[in-house]
T-cell receptor, first 114, second 114 residues
Framework: DSGVTQTPKHLITATGQRVTLRCSPR?????VYWYQQSLDQGLQFLIQ???????AKGNILERFSAQQFPDLHSELNLSSLELGDSALYFC?????????????FGPGTRLTVL | DQQVKQNSPSLSVQEGRISILNCDYTNSMFDYFLWYKKYPAEGPTFLISISSIKDKNEDGRFTVFLNKSAKHLSLHIVPSQPGDSAVYFC?????????????FGKGTLLTVNP
């Protein structure tokens, strides 16, 4: 158990809909990273928040957004969903003070868009 | 443009023998490297990391070697055990930035046969 929780585990929805994925980081970790794993692309970095502020953006679509709340949990919002958005979405947390350390990954949310 | 490459999609070894997983990178800014293991339906689990100031790091049965001039790293598992069967991801980041987003390879599926 990494200490990172993600809900829901599975999500099935239709094209055009909007969903929210939730992540609670490990106690004490200020950084939350979101990654997408699709069949042919491997794990791709989407966005990072550090102590409530956006710190970095990767290949994140404009239809996607995220935020980190004062209690440090984070939500990833996916809107106007397309078939190609079907993927595993992982969040990871780390301390990120003084240099890179291992990121602890949650179990992921499997999104299926029909 | 794949900045981290794992050219072997799969590897099969006998129990008790050595497993060697390889990874190449192209981005000269990467100076911190990690290996993760992933079982189906779980998030990636951190195995071992190495900073570019070292060329070797060892943790129990796992050793990571870094060849900076060749931009190549490898993970050695000795002795291999059936429980090591999983997908192994190589990841890299730049410690000099303000974020430590990980760039992942596409993974190598290791099968350890009893």
């Amino acid at each position: 158990d990494s200490g990172v929780t993600q809900t829901p585990k599975h999500l099935i929805t239709a094209t055009g809909q909007r969903v929210t994925l939730r992540c609670s980081p490990r106690s004490g970790d200020l950084s939350v990273y979101w990654y997408q794993q699709s069949l042919d692309q491997g794990l791709q970095f989407l966005i990072q928040y550090y102590n409530g502020e956006e710190r970095a953006k990767g290949n994140i679509l404009e239809r996607f957004s995220a935020q980190q709340f004062p209690d440090l949990h984070s939500e990833l919002n996916l809107s106007s969903l397309e078939l190609g958005d079907s993927a595993l979405y992982f969040c990871a947390s780390s301390v990120d003070s003084g240099g890179p350390t291992q990121q602890f990954f949650g179990p992921g949310t499997r999104l299926t868009v029909l | 443009d794949q900045q981290v490459k794992q050219n072997s999609p799969s590897l099969s070894v006998q129990e008790g023998r050595i497993s060697i997983l390889n990874c190449d990178y192209t981005n000269s800014m990467f100076d911190y490297f990690l290996w993760y293991k992933k079982y189906p339906a779980e998030g990636p689990t951190f195995l071992i990391s190495i900073s570019s100031i070292k060329d070797k790091n060892e943790d129990g049965r796992f050793t990571v070697f870094l060849n900076k001039s060749a931009k190549h790293l490898s993970l050695h598992i000795v002795p291999s055990q059936p429980g090591d069967s999983a997908v192994y991801f190589c990841a890299a980041t730049n410690s000099g930035g303000s974020n430590y987003k990980l760039t992942f390879g596409k993974g190598t599926l290791l099968t350890v046969n009893p």
